[in-house]
């Protein structure tokens, strides 16, 4: 039974990568999450994934700043709040909701833009050098 778990946890981290991927493409669909995701299955599958996933100098910092303080780095809050901003502008124009849509999927976004504004940027100069 171990092996299929694996098998399946390294599929599931692959696929993580995969729709990452996507996301650092379409601005409207986060990246980040899904490569938090993929840390998860690697590594509980594959320590080489997961330690090229940490090492990786696009995507590893982010994931290592959320694994080690639950923290979202500045630079990387700007570009969800952009992507928020360029997701609702897209539905908006697209869908046409009525109103009660156009409310809930705005509470939505204001909900997940506040949890991110929320975090941490990271850790500070000093905690980094004890």
């Known amino acids: 039974m171990k092996k299929l778990e694996r098998g399946i946890f390294l599929l599931l981290g692959m696929s993580m990568v995969a729709i990452g991927l996507i996301g ?3 601005p409207i669909l986060p990246s980040t999450i899904f490569f938090l995701a993929a840390a998860f299955f690697f ?4 320590p080489q994934l997961e330690a090229w996933l940490l090492e990786h100098p696009l995507f590893g910092p982010p ?5 080690d303080y639950q923290a979202i780095p500045r630079r990387a809050k700007y ?3 952009t992507g928020m901003l ?12 009525g109103p009660i849509l156009f409310i809930c999927v705005g509470v939505f976004f204001v909900a997940c833009a506040y949890y991110v504004g929320t975090r941490p940027d990271g850790p500070q100069e000093e905690d980094l050098l004890d």
């Open 24 to 26: 650092v493409i379409l």
């Open 43 to 46: 590594a509980r599958s594959s």
């Open 79 to 81: 570009l969800a709040f």
């Open 86 to 97: 360029i997701g609702m502008i897209s539905f908006t124009y697209f869908a046409q909701p």
């Open 63 to 67: 994931i290592l700043a959320w694994r």
